[in-house]
T-cell receptor, first 113, second 110 residues
Framework: KAGVTQTPRYLIKTRGQQVTLSCSPISGHRSVSWYQQTPGQGLQFLFEYFSETQRNKGNFPGRFSGRQFSNSRSEMNVSTLELGDSALYLC????????????FGPGTRLLVL | QKEVEQNSGPLSVPEGAIASLNCTYSDRGSQSFFWYRQYSGKSPELIMFIYSNGDKEDGRFTAQLNKASQYVSLLIRDSQPSDSATYLCAVNTNDYKLSFGAGTTVTVRA
C-alpha cells in the first residue's frame, strides 16, 4: 500500500498570506489528523477528521482550519500567516478508532518570512 | 502539568548497550500508547504500540506499560548507530488525538 502523501513538501510564504496544505491518507483509512511540529513546542495536535466530520480540535487560533473530502483526502488552511507559523506540518492517517496506529506522511515544511 | 512527559535527553549510549527511555502520562483514561522514532528532517515512524500492562517485545525493542503508575518505557537492546534518532512517546486518550512527549534524542556511539 502507498503511504500517506502530503503536498507540497516545502513552501515559503510571507506574513499575511494564506496557505493550503493537502494530505492523502493510506488507502482504506478514513481518519486524518494534522499536527504542527516546531523545535520549541514539539508535536502539537491541530485537528482530526473522520468521514468529513471534525471530531476533535487542538488549541490553535481560528486561523487554522481544515476539511475532509468524501474520498478521505484532507486539506488544512492557515490564513493571515504569522512568523510563528513556520513549522513542519504533519498529516497522519488511521482506520479511525482511538486505538489504531496513526501513520505519518513526510510533512510539509512551511517557512513564513 | 504536561499530558505526556519524557525523560530529558540527550541520551548517549555505546554501541551494543541498552538504551532506556521513559515516559509518564497524566490522563488515567489513556488507552493506547505508542513509540515513534524520528530521524532528523524526517517524519515520525512507528516503532511499537502497547495497550495492556506488561511487556511487549519486537526484535531489539521492548515496550513496558504500567497503567497504575501511568508509566510507559522503551528499551532498545544491542543499540546500533542506526538507532540514533529522537524517540517520541505518544498517548491516545480515546478522544481521537495523540498527545506527544517532547522526545528523547538518542545517540549511539560506535
Amino acid at each position: 500500500k502507498a503511504g500517506v502523501t502530503q503536498t507540497p513538501r516545502y513552501l515559503i510564504k510571507t506574513r499575511g498570506q494564506q496557505v493550503t496544505l493537502s494530505c492523502s491518507p493510506i488507502s482504506g483509512h478514513r481518519s486524518v489528523s494534522w499536527y504542527q511540529q516546531t523545535p520549541g513546542q514539539g508535536l502539537q495536535f491541530l485537528f482530526e477528521y473522520f468521514s468529513e466530520t471534525q471530531r476533535n480540535k487542538g488549541n490553535f487560533p481560528g486561523r487554522f482550519s481544515g476539511r475532509q473530502f468524501s474520498n478521505s483526502r484532507s486539506e488544512m488552511n492557515v490564513s493571515t500567516l504569522e512568523l510563528g507559523d513556520s513549522a513542519l506540518y504533519l498529516c497522519a492517517s488511521s482506520l479511525g478508532t482511538p486505538q489504531e496506529t496513526q501513520y505519518f506522511g513526510p510533512g510539509t515544511r512551511l517557512l513564513v518570512l | 502539568q504536561k499530558e505526556v512527559e519524557q525523560n530529558s535527553g540527550p541520551l548517549s549510549v555505546p554501541e551494543g548497550a541498552i538504551a532506556s527511555l521513559n515516559c509518564t502520562y497524566s490522563d488515567r483514561g489513556s488507552q493506547s500508547f505508542f513509540w515513534y522514532r524520528q530521524y532528523s528532517g524526517k517524519s515520525p515512524e512507528l516503532i511499537m504500540f502497547i495497550y495492556s500492562n506488561g511487556d511487549k517485545e519486537d526484535g531489539r525493542f521492548t515496550a513496558q506499560l504500567n497503567k497504575a503508575s501511568q508509566y510507559v518505557s522503551l528499551l532498545i537492546r544491542d543499540s546500533q548507530p542506526s538507532d540514533s534518532a529522537t524517540y517520541l512517546c505518544a498517548v491516545n486518550t480515546n478522544d481521537y488525538k495523540l498527545s506527544f512527549g517532547a522526545g528523547t534524542t538518542v545517540t549511539v556511539r560506535a
